[in-house]
């Protein structure tokens, strides 16, 4: 058995590696084609928002307290972010320089002095 993960401990390379040898083990990259893996993200990610279907802000936010409703939650988003990462792995994309970039073009696009406090898109502030 593996060693349990945390957030606070584990890094994005040792998640990718589990998926990787997850699906290694499998013979499932035959299957993986970035096509197909956008495909399952966009179900998968149907599947999280089905939990929230209808329900409010409050209401969105007491559902993901739910101990029950919780673990399908977190089942949902697992495998959101699974399918991301085999993503990555099969596209040879860095996510953590991913992210540095899209951060650093979504600052430009959203500065603070304007951004703060507000939902508008960024053509809009």
């Known amino acids: 058995m593996m ?14 590696a589990r998926v990787l040898a997850f699906t290694l ?16 993200l966009a179900a998968e990610t149907g599947e999280l928002m ?5 329900a409010d802000a ?3 936010a007491e559902r993901s307290r739910d101990p ?3 673990k399908k939650i ?5 495998d959101v972010v699974i399918y991301s990462l085999e993503f ?7 996510l953590a320089a991913a992210i540095e970039s899209k951060l650093a073009a979504n600052a430009q ?7 703060r406090g507000r939902s508008e898109k960024y053509t809009e502030l």
Do not use: C
């Open 109 to 115: 696009k959203y500065p603070v002095e304007k951004a």
């Open 3 to 16: 060693t349990p993960l945390a957030d606070a401990t584990t890094t994005i390379a040792e998640l990718k």
């Open 25 to 40: 083990e499998r013979e499932w990259e035959q299957f993986h084609s970035p096509k197909n893996l956008s495909m399952a």
């Open 74 to 78: 977190e089942e949902e988003i697992a």
């Open 88 to 94: 990555a792995n099969v596209t040879g994309i860095d």
């Open 50 to 54: 089905e939990h929230f279907l209808w």
């Open 58 to 60: 409050v209401s969105s």
């Open 68 to 70: 029950v409703r919780r």
